[in-house]
């Protein structure tokens, strides 16, 4: 049986996409060989898409604290996770653990725009299986806000909004996770960071307002934004037209810009991290934090940063950091923004943008001129000195190829 044929007859989550439809997920579905053991995702890491089990078993492995059942449940062939990513959440809030070596087709988000819309009823089986209970934290703490609801649950911790009773307004608080507060050398590496990017002021920066650590615990009291993410306008739209994704770049630069003058680099630039607030404000978002958590998470679960290689820069891959790698995910992100598409599907991230392997911008989507093509050349180049120097190089060359297609 081909992967077609498997995602069309025996995955009931599909039931209704036309063969046609499977054909184009069944392009698109990277093939993950897992081990009995072994997790295809851990909890909280960032989902990729829909998960569709085809051979073996996968134990869902929640969190009894989160109220999650003590017992793991068992998906095999056919059963599919990772719903939620079709609708733009970015971290999984169970573990997925192979019970015996299992054979999984990811299917990236991206590739279910147009099939959503030809089948509707996978839109709403995604929001009927993405329930998920409710993480506990105090009514209020440090004396001074008051909790209001759940907004988000990510790969550093659930995210509240919130209330600050002294000065009575609206905040976000980001409840840190146990792994990144039970170690002193990396919850002090983090709050390190977390203070640095504190000083930072620019009206396109989401603003941290202060860190509080109480009963063990540690919080983020930031900046609250009341709209979506650039990666749930991309989802939701398939793709921005070049003003809008121009406008977006001109403030998420400008904010780039302002932190690398301090000397401040993102390391985690992506569509998730860049939100528009209810006036149009674009506000860039984890300026360092992200990356620090990551690398904490990573050395204490031995787990792969997996979810944002197809973003980083080739350097990043192998150690290196430094703000040309900062621009090349901006121009990731841009060709996201104005394609729909990555422009590297991976798994062999590495190697796709040492060798420049994507195609021209141009050729996804048709309506943009050679201009285009010439833009993510230069800042998707393998090499960081032939890349822009600067968001703002980056933005004068944008501009160029709008007024010039």
Not at 100 to 116: K, M, R, S, T, W
Not at 185 to 198: D, M, Q, T, Y
Not at 320 to 344: H, R
Request: aromatic letters at 8%.
């Amino acid at each position: 049986m081909t992967v077609t044929e498997f995602l069309h007859q025996n995955v009931l989550f599909l039931a209704g996409v036309s063969l046609e439809d499977a054909r184009s997920l069944a392009g698109c579905a990277e093939q993950l060989q897992v081990p009995a053991g072994q997790f295809v995702l851990p909890r909280w890491a960032p989902m990729e898409g829909l998960y569709v089990v085809a051979t073996g078993k996968v134990a869902v492995v929640q969190d009894p604290k989160a109220g999650g059942s003590a017992a793991p449940q068992d998906l095999g062939p056919g059963d599919v996770f990772g719903e939620s990513s079709l609708m733009g959440a970015g971290q999984a809030t169970a573990g997925y653990q192979a019970r015996e070596d299992a054979l999984v087709f990811v299917i990236p988000a991206a590739a279910f725009g147009g099939v959503a819309q030809r089948c509707p009823a996978i839109m709403e089986r995604a929001r009927c299986l993405d329930a998920a209970p409710e993480p506990d934290l105090p009514k209020t703490f440090a004396k001074n806000y008051e909790v209001r609801r759940l907004i988000a649950e990510g790969g550093m911790g659930s995210v509240y909004e919130a209330r600050d009773l002294m000065l009575d307004r609206t905040v976000a608080v980001k409840k840190m996770r146990p792994e990144l507060r039970s170690d002193p050398k990396a919850s002090g590496g983090f709050l390190h960071e977390a203070r640095i990017v504190a000083c930072l002021r620019h009206a396109n920066i989401v603003e941290i307002f202060t860190i509080v650590e109480e009963s063990g615990e540690i919080y983020l009291v930031f900046e609250y934004i009341d709209g979506p993410t650039v990666r749930e306008l991309v989802h939701v739209k398939g793709r921005l037209d070049p003003g809008q994704c121009l406008r977006i770049v001109r403030q998420a630069g400008a904010a780039m810009e302002f932190a690398h003058a301090r000397r401040v680099l993102h390391r985690d630039f992506k569509p998730s991290n860049v939100l528009l607030d209810s006036s149009g404000v674009v506000k860039v978002m984890d300026f360092g934090i992200a990356r620090q958590a990551k690398t904490t998470l990573t050395k204490l679960s031995r787990t792969n940063p997996f979810g944002t290689l197809a973003y980083m820069a080739p350097e990043q891959h192998l150690g290196t950091e430094k703000q040309p790698a900062d621009i090349y995910a901006l121009g990731v992100s841009v060709y996201q923004m104005l394609s729909g598409k990555l422009p590297f599907a991976g798994p062999d991230f590495l190697g796709q943008k040492e060798k420049m392997d994507f195609a021209p911008l141009s050729r996804a989507a048709p309506d943009l001129g050679a201009r285009f093509d010439a833009l993510m050349a230069r800042a998707l180049a393998a090499d960081p000195a032939r890349r822009h120097a600067a968001a703002g190089e980056f933005l004068a060359d944008f501009e160029d190829a709008m007024a010039r297609p």
